[in-house]
């Protein structure tokens, strides 16, 4: 299995910037998809990002694009989102999700990292 581990999480004043981190630990693999969700209390969870581990090409919800931006450093096995210009509306628990890119179709979330945003 994979296993995505969060952390970079924290609370930060309105305007502000968190960088948060997705370590993948576990197996290796070649092709996946990897990205971030988030869920605000009660409500839906939310897509974010993605990219892809071996193409590098992104994708980025409309509701944060030209505020958030993911990255990947093969190297130390990590994928990142850059978090500019926070509002109070970002609020939310921050998953991160790796989609292998097979027949299988397996999935795999980490445990989430708390983002708060003061006024």
């Known amino acids: 299995q994979v296993h995505p581990v969060e952390s970079g999480g924290g609370l930060v004043q309105a305007g502000g910037s968190l960088r948060l981190s997705c370590l993948l630990s576990g197996r290796t693999f070649t092709t996946a998809n990897i990205g971030w969700s988030r869920q605000a209390p009660g409500k839906e969870r939310e897509f974010v990002a993605n990219i892809g581990w071996k193409t590098g090409s992104t994708f980025h919800a409309d509701s944060i694009k030209g505020r958030f931006r993911i990255s990947r450093d093969i190297a130390n096995n990590t994928v990142s989102l850059q978090m500019n210009s926070l509002k109070p509306e970002d609020t939310a628990v921050y998953y991160c999700?790796?989609?292998?890119?097979?027949?299988?179709?397996?999935?795999?979330w980490g445990q989430g990292t708390q983002v708060t945003v003061s006024s």
């Open positions: 999700f790796v989609n292998l890119l097979g027949p299988t179709g397996a999935e795999y």
